[in-house]
């Protein structure tokens, strides 16, 4: 795969110390003078992009005249807060925090294969992979944390002669959510970037316009998709039964 100018750039600069690192963990990189990958370089982009937004929007905080960018992660961040609080009930606040900046780091991650030279990393797997591994680990950190022994418990069923079979089924079922978050937002930003570089060729004006609103309008939703389930799995692990 060609590779991007942020890809290079990276690669010139850090590509050698990245490939000895990967072989200090005896992992042999496919590309020892190349390592660093286009969805690995647009993940990096994205950090890079929201340290300076949130840095800006700290360095800028006004309670009397609030900027733009001060203005939108208020909008951003109080639309995950009424979500999480119908979703995740009490305590939401807690996870706010994780919730907003998966937000936030999701959206820009598929927003990027709107502009000219970059791609969307989230059209390759392995990073909506990571968004849900991260998101596996947190919500079962959180259910342990809340319940204890006891979260453990809920996996074996109300019958002790089935607990077995039931704490199998269990297993299977919260892995399958790591697939599942992933796959969905994976095949729907691939599949967008497919069809409007394909219209792009074909037709260079005018008509890839409106596939690119199209993939604004994915772009938000498969964020909002992928969040609101977290919220779900958040919710469920940290629930008390009644």
Partial sequence: ???????????????????????LLHIEPAHAATPITNAVSMEVLALLVLIVFFIAVRASLSVEKPGKLQLTAEMVEEFISDQAEQIIGHDYRRHLAYLV?????????????LVPGFESPTANPTVPLGCAVATFIYYHFYGIR???????????????????LMFLIEVISHLARILSLTVRLYANMFAGDMVTLAFFSLVPLLVPVAFLGLHLFVSLVQTFIFVVLAMVYVGMAVSEEH
Wanted: hydrophobic fraction near 50%.
């Fill in 1 to 23: 795969m060609e590779q991007l100018w942020f890809t290079q750039l990276l690669n010139h600069y850090f590509g050698s110390s990245v490939t000895a690192l990967l072989r």
């Fill in 101 to 113: 900046a998966l937000t936030f780091f999701i959206l820009l991650c598929n927003l990027l294969g």
């Fill in 146 to 164: 809340h319940h204890g022994a006891h979260y453990i418990k809920q996996f074996l069923g109300p019958v002790a002669l089935l607990s077995p």
